[in-house]
């Protein structure tokens, strides 16, 4: 298992899409750390609190217009340029398909498809892997 650099028993965190100007704070169970918790994570939080959403909002936006496939050959071969097997392929086109009512052509599309097969997997390393290439197509239609 891959853990957190200087921390190997430890497994990082996924963040939800989205994040930015992330910074991870660690502390220690002891004497202070409530404090110290309150001290370091406040500002992180206010900050994040007020951000905007507005960057989030418009990739999404950017994928959902983005089209990328209009026929199952132009589906099956965009998933596959990408890196996806032949079984993800079909897979993630099958579960749009279920859970959309329509085939996928939007990168919006593929996003849901693919992070919605990652949630059946059973593998914690599976499904953030899967995420993680989700994101990569998400982040580039943006």
Do not use: C, W
């Amino acid at each position: 298992m891959g853990g957190v650099e200087g921390n190997p028993d430890r497994e990082p965190s996924p963040l939800p899409d989205g994040v930015e100007d992330f910074e991870e704070i660690t502390i220690r169970h002891s004497k202070y750390a409530a404090s110290r918790f309150a001290h370091e994570a406040a500002p992180a939080l206010t900050r994040f609190a007020n951000s905007s959403p507005m960057p989030f909002v418009n990739g999404i936006k950017a994928a959902r217009e983005k089209i990328v496939a209009r026929t199952d050959d132009d589906r099956s071969e965009f998933l596959r340029k990408r890196g996806f097997s032949k079984t993800e392929t079909a897979k993630i086109i099958e579960t749009v398909l279920a859970e959309e009512g329509r085939k996928p052509e939007s990168v919006f599309d593929f996003v849901q498809g693919i992070t919605a097969v990652a949630r059946d997997k059973a593998h914690q390393d599976a499904r953030l892997d899967l995420e993680a290439r989700a994101k990569k197509l998400l982040d580039r239609a943006a």
